[in-house]
């Protein structure tokens, strides 16, 4: 199928109430321009700089969203203009990211990332950081606003375990929902689910899924 149909296809299985980030990493602007076309308006790159080249060369109402590792050297090159950024792992990068905004008179919005796989090779805040952040350090941080949280799953053929991992972070979503953010309608934002487990994702509280492979294809992995 085409890039068109494929997206069709997967804005339906998600449905109207699940935002579909089209993960464009590694791919030519022929292909976002055929995914734009036919609608799509969200994309996520996990390189600053390949981001930032699309940016300056692709139709400027595209929301772009950094879902990949950010190194902190990196942040001063999508601060213009980054729509939201999934993987904020350390209070260092926060503090980087609202230096940035500063410089760039905004407030980007941001997704805390939390470390629920079993995997070394994953990033994230435990849930005890991410409440100490949250305690003690927004305040320092006005042009930041948190939005929600992002988690990566265990790479594995075992649903249960993904299955409660993302259960695991809902649960932790919904619990900050009521306590630090009870007067913030802003955190809102529950990302979880890729290409492979993006329906688990959903069944157990996702709201937004990041969808690349099954749209554009195989990955073109590149330097």
Not at 12 to 41: C, M
């Amino acid at each position: 199928m085409s890039i068109a149909e494929n997206l069709s296809f997967y804005k339906e299985e998600v449905g109207p109430e699940v935002t579909l980030v089209a993960v464009s990493k590694t791919k030519p602007n022929e292909d976002i321009l055929a995914a734009y076309a036919a609608g799509q308006r969200i994309f996520g790159e996990n390189k600053a700089q390949e981001m930032t080249t699309k940016y300056e060369a692709l139709p400027k109402d595209i929301e772009w969203h950094m879902i990949g590792h950010l190194q902190r050297n990196k942040v001063k090159y999508i601060a213009p203009y980054v729509s939201l950024i999934h993987s904020v792992d350390s209070l260092r990068l926060l503090k980087e990211i609202n230096k940035e905004a500063q410089k760039n008179n905004r407030t980007i919005p941001c997704l805390l990332q939390v470390y629920i796989a079993k995997e070394e090779s994953k990033f994230g805040l435990d849930e005890t950081e991410v409440v100490e952040l949250l305690d003690n350090h927004l305040l320092e941080l006005p042009n930041i606003k948190i939005v929600g949280l992002m988690g990566m799953a265990t790479n594995t053929d075992n649903e249960a375990t993904i299955k409660n991992e993302f259960i695991s972070l809902n649960v932790f979503f919904n619990r900050l929902k009521q306590t630090h953010f009870s007067n913030d309608q802003g955190f809102q934002v529950l990302s979880m689910g890729m290409s492979g487990d993006y329906s688990l994702a959903i069944s157990c509280g996702s709201n937004m899924v990041r969808i690349g492979s099954a749209i554009f294809g195989s990955r073109n992995y590149i330097n």
